[in-house]
């Protein structure tokens, strides 16, 4: 990261929790969001089209949020380079592993859960925090990735 910009942060932190709080008010359901995808599939597969509408809405709003942020602000995406192709899967698989053991990732522990009191969800949010910490440290000063 090099550059600090705390009004977009802050103003995307809003949104993520506005969006949290509508989607609790409105359907009762957590926005946890490898939970509404997993679910998006579960429904589809079961035959739920009115379940799977709503998931595929909340996360069709979430790239089309995306999408419209990036075009009106002419802002762009700047990929890191010179990370390994097959470090990335990796990675991929081992977040899409871990929020199945974790019963949730971090949107649905560190924004729902924490903001419900839940033990469990800030065991798992100081289990994130500290595992990225380490990933970063270790990324940065012992393998110089």
């Not at 942060?9 to 709080?21: D, N």
């Not at 509508?22 to 035959?47: E, P």
């Not at 002419?74 to 081992?94: C, D, E, I, K």
Request: glycine letters at 16%; a positive charge.
């Amino acid at each position: 990261m090099s550059e600090f910009t705390p009004v977009a942060g802050l103003m995307g932190g809003a949104l993520i929790g506005t969006s949290a709080v509508v989607l609790l008010a409105f359907t009762g359901r957590l926005a946890g969001i490898s939970n509404i995808a997993h679910g998006l599939v579960a429904s589809l597969r079961q035959g739920k089209p009115m379940d799977a509408a709503w998931r595929f809405v909340f996360l069709l709003g979430m790239v089309g949020a995306t999408w419209a942020y990036f075009h009106a602000t002419a802002a762009t995406v700047n990929p890191r380079q010179h990370y390994p192709s097959g470090l990335l899967v990796l990675g991929g698989l081992l977040v899409g592993y871990g929020t199945s053991m974790g019963n949730g990732c971090t949107s649905g522990h560190g924004v729902c859960g924490l903001g419900r009191l839940s033990v469990r969800s800030l065991a798992a949010t100081l289990t994130f925090m500290a595992t990225g910490a380490l990933t970063v440290f270790v990324l940065r000063h012992v393998a110089h990735i």
